[in-house]
């Protein structure tokens, strides 16, 4: 996808897969080839601009066809740089203008409760996010109505657009200040799959308040050619280099 326009949010979907991976195969109860099925879970992209990533997972999954992927970013694509709900198959909200996701998740999942309804949601959101007000706003809210139904995954990559995260505005200690909110809070490696399943298997035992996924994830993980760059939120990769990415890519599987 990132080929097609030569730049994109890359380095932050490289950092995410893993964890989309395991939620989409492992953890997600979902139809699709039925993307609007009462029961499903919800999985509600905060950071629109992860997009990318989510087409990735949505792809793997059946929802949307492989092929499609090669229209990201373009004009009249149903897969723009940013998600919307309304032009993807499986893409539950609108993202992109950053603390809003975990609002719409505690009323989502309030609904859902009143409805009888099972289904749980889960709302990926960045370490960025944890500087808007509105997303503890919306912590507390979950935690006082014990929404058990939401879980949260926090992708902690250090970075924002304006520079590292730690020099932006200091978030750490993010585990502690979950739990001082009342979420039962896990903090894993965000690229170790096998961490990552039994994170989310204990998260989905857990009853009685809001839970939390804190990941750890390295932007560019797998391309070490990305991984070292300094300007690394929206990446613009010349033509020459994405024969030698896919390539790192191959040999850190084979490793």
Known sequence: MGEVQGQGYIGQALGVADVLAVAYRDQLRHRPQEPEWPGRDRFLL????????LYAALAEAGTIGVDELETYGSDGSRLPMSGMASYTPGMEISGGSLGHGLGVATGMALGLRL????ARVFNLLSDGELDEGSTW?????CA????DNVTA???????????PTAGV?????????????????????????AALVDAFDELAAHR?????????????????????????????VEEHEWEQARTQLDEGRAS
């Open 46 to 53: 905060s950071i629109g601009h992860y997009a990318i990533a």
């Open 137 to 141: 706003e919306a912590a507390m809210s």
């Open 208 to 236: 009685g308040a809001p839970k939390v996924l804190i990941c750890d994830t390295r932007v560019g993980h797998g391309v070490p050619m990305l991984a070292s760059r300094e300007k690394a939120h929206f990446m613009r």
């Open 169 to 193: 505005l200091r978030t750490e200690p993010v585990t502690d200040k979950w739990r001082a909110f009342g979420w039962h809070a896990v903090r894993v490696d965000g690229n170790d799959v």
């Open 115 to 118: 409805q009888g309804n099972p």
């Open 144 to 147: 006082h109505h014990g929404l």
């Open 153 to 163: 995954i926090v992708d902690v990559n250090a970075l924002q657009a304006d520079g």
